[in-house]
């Protein structure tokens, strides 16, 4: 099968910056794959022209079948994204917000109805859906964030260090999601500060200055710099160590 993202030596250039600096990778369908990398590192320029929003300043990029350069409004119907910031509207209700999202996917009146009660019955917050989102707890908006970018069943979805600021109780169930999201196929990419959380991913590569300087496993990161959490290959990696020979 092909896989869901495929990139070849894509760059991205601001006048005599490069922000990205010729990476390539491939993510398969149904992967978890973490996308990890200090800030100004090029990990969300990146994101940015995976997900059609940016055009590369040269190279190749296929998302869900659809090139970044010439389809990217044909990505952007096949993949979710949830920001870095809580990206739903707090000035209106829980379901007023379902309904707004189901609406900008193209979703028809019964399969939005249908959608809205699996999910509240997921999330088990049917008993707020009248109330303002900016009333809920961080922990449910970003699990409610999460669940609507997912709500049009898309091939794969962009999570752009979705549990900053949150306790480790809500990250835990938040993952839980993601791992849920991803038994069904849907294939995830995910930025995070959060080192710890590299380990609930297959794979994961490491930005370093707009180039990717590791990926693979946790276990094989791990093994490859002989460390013994994730914190220590990024330490080591953001010093200037290399991948052995």
Known sequence: MPNAIEVRNLTKRFGQFTAVNAISFSVEKGEIFGFLGANGAGKTTAMRMLTGLSHPTSGE?????????????????????????FSLYEDLTVGENIWFFGNIYGLSRK????????????????????????ELPLGWKQKLAFALATFHQPDIVFLDEPTGGVDPITRRAFWEMIYAA????????????YMDEAEYCDRVSIMVDGNIAAMDTPTGLKTTFDAKSMDEVFIKLARGDKEPE
């Open 61 to 85: 990029a296929k998302v869900a079948g659809f090139d970044v350069k010439t389809q990217p409004e044909e990505i952007k119907r096949h993949i979710g994204y949830m920001s870095q910031k």
């Open 111 to 134: 399969e939005i109805k249908a959608r809205t009660d699996q999910l509240l019955e997921d999330l088990q917050i049917g008993n707020v859906k009248r109330k303002m989102v900016g």
């Open 182 to 193: 991803a038994h069904r196929g849907i294939t995830i990419f995910v930025t995070t500060h």
